[in-house]
């Protein structure tokens, strides 16, 4: 039986569908204790979308929805349902976090969905003979948008188009990125209760306590070059696997090496295998803790983010909040949130961190030789700190361009409707 609960939680109104057979099971919400897809993830989202879709319609008669907002596989039913079970016109915006997410299903889920036949075929849920939820969505929404412009473009390639390329080409027009924004207020230097000193722009020398904790929770001495971090899933879309050969170049220019993560078993051996090579210069903690974060961002010199692709990141965002400098891949979000620090970018004072292209071992390694050479310079290296914390990545510059396109859309919808039928 499912139960529909209303709640408000930080002055929004929620409603919260229970499924105790559905939901209420151990590990995350997509996957088992032992970090494994759950079997019926295509029910618990087909449900959990055909529920969205009723109450966005008005089956509870206190809700009045303008627009539906549905983000990634889980939730791309949602405009399916409303456009093929019940033909409502209702405005849709589908939001793609990571395309490599698709929620592709077996054919025999097809009948099990409760859609018409025509909702099967090629022309939406059909993808290379099985159902593809998000290939739904992105063809029924009216607006697609990703978390980054350069994303948005990367994801019309082959390369990166993880096949839904020529879907997204015919919805080019409808297609938008928007850079996501951070919690200012939970990453603050200023007021975090985990780092062994608060700070700001205008007090950075605090910083040094945090340096000292987190090389003290590694278990490292102060070897008094730039302190690097890593602190993402050890996959290889992050990277991760480039890491190793990095560390090397770090320990050749004086530098050290804190990494936290978890992922690949071959990438975690490989890193525990340099930090027994180097025990007094990298150090490496296989896991992951929220508190550990945020003391991790509050006291390293570089944050390196060397991701194949990465459609927004938010690594990178606490860091310059916190006046860790990004070290990163050229691509997706990445490329849209640091200014490199080139000769150009530090004699203008823009500069927030350092990029490096192609992303493959030896462009990385250049990459941690440059940052260790400005380092030397700590005046230089000062006013790069300051200039990060500087830039603002706060949601308020995006959920001011996403209420533009909220507002555009509803009105075109509006103007659409039969006069009889406006009633938003």
Not at 115 to 139: H, N, Q, R, S
Not at 199 to 207: E, G, I, K
Not at 253 to 267: E, R, S
Not at 390 to 402: G, M, P, T
Request: proline letters at 5%; aromatic letters at 8%.
């Amino acid at each position: 039986d499912a139960v529909l609960t209303r709640a408000t939680m930080d002055g929004l109104d929620l409603l919260v569908l229970e499924i105790p057979e559905l939901y209420d099971r151990a590990g995350g919400p997509y996957i088992d204790g032992a970090g494994r897809d759950h079997p019926d993830n295509w029910l618990r989202f087909a449900v959990f979308s055909l529920a969205g879709a009723r109450i966005a319609l008005g089956e509870l008669r206190a809700v009045q929805t303008d627009i539906v907002h549905v983000h990634d596989w889980q939730t791309a039913l949602v405009p399916v349902y409303l456009r093929y079970a019940f033909r409502s016109s209702l405005p849709v915006v589908c939001t793609v976090h990571n395309l490599a997410f698709q929620g592709q299903f077996s054919p025999d889920i097809a009948s099990r969905l409760e859609l018409p036949d025509t909702a099967l075929g090629i022309e939406c849920l059909e993808y290379y003979g099985g159902v593809g939820f998000l290939k739904g969505g992105l063809v029924c929404s009216d607006i697609v948008t990703t978390v980054s412009p350069t994303y948005a473009r990367e994801i019309l390639s082959p390369e990166l188009g993880m096949g839904l390329d020529g879907v997204l080409q015919t919805r080019r027009a409808a297609l938008y990125g928007i850079v996501n924004g951070i919690d200012s207020e939970i990453w603050n230097p200023a007021s975090d209760p985990v780092p062994a000193r608060r700070y700001d722009a205008r007090s950075l020398p605090r910083r040094q306590a945090n340096r000292a904790a987190v090389l003290s929770h590694f278990g490292l001495p102060d070897a008094g070059g730039p302190l690097f971090s890593a602190l993402t899933r050890l996959t290889w879309q992050k990277g991760a696997d480039m890491i190793p050969e990095a560390a090397e170049e770090i320990v050749a220019h004086g530098g050290q090496l804190v990494v936290c993560g978890q992922g690949d078993a071959a990438i975690e051996d490989a890193l525990r295998d340099c930090a027994w090579r180097h025990p007094e210069r990298v150090s490496v903690h296989i896991g992951y803790s929220e508190e550990l974060a945020h003391l991790i961002v509050s006291g390293c010199d570089v944050l390196m983010q060397p991701s194949r692709f990465e459609p927004c990141g938010l690594t990178q965002l606490y860091a310059m909040r916190y006046g860790a400098i990004p070290l990163v891949g050229r691509t997706g979000g990445l490329s849209e949130t640091i200014i490199d620090a080139n000769e150009a970018a530090m004699s203008r004072a823009v500069a927030t961190g350092f990029q490096f292209h192609p992303i493959e071992p030896h462009s990385f390694r250049e990459a941690v030789r440059r940052a260790c050479e400005a380092f030397r310079d700590r005046e230089a290296w000062a006013g790069l700190q300051r200039q990060a914390m500087k830039a603002d990545f706060s949601w308020d510059r995006s959920a001011s361009q996403y209420a533009q396109l909220f507002e555009a859309l509803h009105a075109a919808w509006q103007t659409a409707q039969p006069r009889e039928r406006r009633s938003c």
